[in-house]
């Protein structure tokens, strides 16, 4: 399984498609194309950690809840969590993350993201492959 995310056109606002080989690893790298549109990652090194836990009545809900909520640590705390240990189970999210603090003059976004949206989002499993394509309100 070698792909991980791909950026996907969109009239208005800015997408992607994300796979991977369980919901874990979807999540992970639906939340690296999220990040990779809004910030140069190269430039980060995780020098933070903090732990994540969420839960939600399906699959879908819980992609853009966990989106949503790394944008709102984004805006709020200043961090950029970049590296995930997840595990999702019974609608239950748990993740360990880790980062870096946003210094100022240092990082520079690409493009602010204002949310993860449910528009046309499904969650596809097709012979043993995840997929998901989410759009971003910008």
């Not at 819980?62 to 189970?89: A, G, P, Q, S």
């Not at 976004?109 to 998901?132: C, P």
């Amino acid at each position: 399984m070698g792909r991980r995310y791909e950026v996907i056109d969109h009239t208005a606002d800015i997408g992607i498609a994300a796979y991977g080989s369980d919901l874990n690893s979807l999540f992970s790298n639906a939340a690296a194309g999220m990040l990779s549109l809004m910030i140069k990652m190269e430039t980060l090194r995780h020098d933070v950690a903090k732990a994540i836990s969420l839960a939600a009545e399906d699959s879908e809900t819980l992609l853009v809840r966990w989106l949503n909520e790394l944008l709102y640590i984004i805006y709020t705390e200043h961090l950029v969590l970049y590296k995930f240990d997840i595990l999702i189970d019974k609608g239950r999210l748990t993740a360990n993350c880790s980062g870096q603090r946003l210094e100022p003059g240092s990082h520079r976004f690409i493009r602010e993201i204002k949310a993860a949206t449910y528009h046309n989002l499904e969650i596809v499993n097709q012979d043993g492959e995840y997929s998901a394509r989410i759009i971003f309100d910008i």
